[in-house]
């Protein structure tokens, strides 16, 4: 082994994680809990135990390809597990490992649970989304637990459950098009009425009126948006904005 591997953090899912280099590519393992966790270091302690016993760090972890008898319902309990103890906030599951559970893998766990994970296709992944699309999910809640089914064999892959090309294949399945399909359309969000912004505000504390101020405008234009901010806010205040250009040179 010619340098030991750093422990390092995913910045985005709070998991630490060493990379190795095997026949030249990289490879990252991640470990269980939460960044400098103990459960998390322990791992990592683990995964240097094992590359010590090997000569060099590319022979240090051999690849297993996935066995063939892991069914969706296999696939689906170790996900879960993983998602309970990723997905936690103030030491309870948090609403994401909740969707998961109960919105996104049941389906799976009817139609699917005793096949094979290798046997689970394209035209799987789109019976497991006609199934939520029947229990009445609007077109875009039907394609994001659809992407959701595509995460839980992508995980899979990277821990040896699943191979690359079943999950791959999954990604080709494109989403559901409005007038494509007989999922119903969300309604558009319409804008609140100004009597009702009005009606509401006596209602509200004294700290929270502030928060409320609203006017329709012509459009998005730096004159009409300048114009009420002005107005509405005090000099010096901080704005917190989406990022539209017409806010830009606001001074005062």
Not at 66 to 75: G, K, R, S, Y
Not at 108 to 130: H, I, Q, T, Y
């Amino acid at each position: 082994m010619t340098r030991i591997p750093k422990y390092r953090k995913h910045t985005v899912r709070d998991l630490g994680f060493a990379e190795i280099r095997v026949n030249g590519k990289p490879r990252r393992t991640y470990f269980p809990g939460r960044y400098k966790s103990s459960e998390s270091r322990a791992a990592y302690a683990e995964f240097l135990r094992e590359l010590a016993k090997a000569d060099t760090q590319t022979d240090a972890i051999d690849f297993h390809p996935p066995p063939e008898d892991v069914t969706v319902a296999a696939l689906v309990v170790k996900f879960l597990d993983w998602a309970e103890s990723r997905y936690v906030k103030n030491g309870r599951p948090t609403g994401s490992y909740r969707f998961f559970r109960d919105c996104v893998t049941p389906p799976l766990l009817d139609l699917f649970g005793d096949l094979p994970v290798a046997k689970f296709g394209p035209l799987a992944l789109k019976k497991a989304r006609e199934k939520f699309v029947e229990s009445g999910l609007c077109r875009n809640e039907a394609n994001r637990r659809t992407t959701s089914v595509t995460r839980i064999f992508s995980w899979g892959v990277e821990n040896e459950l699943v191979s690359e090309s079943v999950a791959g294949a999954l990604r080709y399945v494109t989403g559901l098009r409005e007038g494509e399909t007989t999922a119903r359309e969300t309604e558009p969000i319409k804008p609140v009425a100004d009597e009702v912004v009005a009606a509401t505000l006596p209602h509200l504390p004294p700290n929270k009126i502030g928060r409320i101020r609203m006017r329709r405008i012509p459009d998005t234009s730096r004159d009409s948006l300048h114009g009420f901010i002005k107005e509405m806010i005090e000099p010096g205040s901080t704005i917190c904005t989406d990022g539209l250009f017409s806010y830009l040179e606001m001074n005062g």
